[in-house]
C-alpha cells in the first residue's frame, strides 16, 4: 500500500496564480483532511471531508477550495495565491478522527 | 473553545530519557494520541491512550495521563539521535473533531 500520497511535492508560484495540490489514498478511508503547516502555528485545518461528495470548512477555509469527486482522491485548490498562503500543505485520511494517516507533504511559496 | 498546550522545545543528553508534557482542556475527551513528525516528513501516528487508563507502556513509550488535571505525558527511555523530532499531542472532543497542539521539538545532546 502507498498510503497517502501527495502531489506535487514542491511548487512555486507568482501572486495571482492558481494550482490544485491533489492528495490520494489507497486506505478505504472515509475521513479525509487539508492541512497548512507554519512556524510556530502548529497544525491548521483548512478542510476535511468525512465521505465521497461531502466537504466542510475547517479553521481556515478562506482562499480554498476543495473537492471529494472520488473517496480516494481529495484536491485542495487556491483560485488566486497570496503571498499569506506560502506553507506546507499536508493532507491526511482517516476511519475515525484521531487515527490520522499523513502525507508527505507539498512545500509552496507564493512570490 | 478546547485547547491543547505544549511546550515548544526540549533538548535532552543522547541515552537519557525525555518527558514530553501536555495539557488539554477538554473534560469529555475519550482518546488523547502522540504523533511524531521527522524533518521533512508528515506526522505519524506514535501511540494513544484510551481516557479510563493511566499509563500505556510500548517498548521505549511510556504514555502517563491524569484525567483530574487534564495532563498527558510521553516518556522516551534511552533517547537515541532517531528519536529528534516534533511531538503533537492531540485529542479527539465531543464533535469528533481532533485538537493537535503546537508540538514539542526534541533535540537531543551527543
Known amino acids: 500500500n502507498a498510503g497517502v500520497t501527495q502531489t506535487p511535492k514542491f511548487r512555486v508560484l507568482k501572486t495571482g496564480q492558481s494550482m490544485t495540490l491533489l492528495c490520494a489514498q489507497d486506505?478505504?478511508?472515509?475521513?479525509m483532511y487539508w492541512y497548512r503547516q507554519d512556524p510556530g502555528m502548529g497544525l491548521r485545518l483548512i478542510h476535511y471531508?468525512?465521505?465521497?461528495?461531502?466537504?466542510a470548512k475547517g479553521e481556515v477555509p478562506d482562499g480554498y477550495n476543495v473537492s471529494r469527486l472520488k473517496k480516494q482522491n481529495f484536491l485542495l485548490g487556491l483560485e488566486s495565491a497570496a503571498p499569506s498562503q506560502t506553507s506546507v500543505y499536508f493532507c491526511?485520511?482517516?476511519?475515525?478522527?484521531?487515527?490520522?494517516?499523513f502525507g508527505p507533504g507539498t512545500r509552496l511559496t507564493v512570490t | 473553545g478546547e485547547d491543547v498546550e505544549q511546550s515548544l522545545f526540549l533538548s535532552v543528553r543522547e541515552g537519557d530519557s525525555s518527558v514530553i508534557n501536555c495539557t488539554y482542556t477538554?473534560?469529555?475527551?475519550?482518546?488523547l494520541y502522540w504523533y511524531k513528525q521527522e524533518p521533512g516528513a508528515g506526522l505519524q501516528l506514535l501511540t494513544y491512550i484510551f481516557s479510563n487508563m493511566d499509563m500505556k507502556q510500548d517498548q521505549r513509550l511510556t504514555v502517563l495521563l491524569n484525567k483530574k488535571d487534564k495532563h498527558l505525558s510521553l516518556r522516551i527511555a534511552d533517547t537515541q539521535t532517531g528519536d529528534s523530532a516534533i511531538y503533537f499531542c492531540?485529542?479527539?472532543?465531543?464533535?469528533?473533531?481532533?485538537?493537535f497542539g503546537k508540538g514539542t521539538r526534541l533535540h537531543i545532546l551527543p
Open positions: 491526511a485520511s482517516s476511519y475515525s478522527s484521531g487515527e490520522q494517516y
Open positions: 486506505m478505504n478511508h472515509e475521513y
Open positions: 471531508s468525512v465521505g465521497e461528495g461531502t466537504t
Open positions: 492531540a485529542d479527539v472532543n465531543r464533535d469528533d473533531k481532533i485538537i
Open positions: 477538554d473534560s469529555s475527551s475519550t482518546y
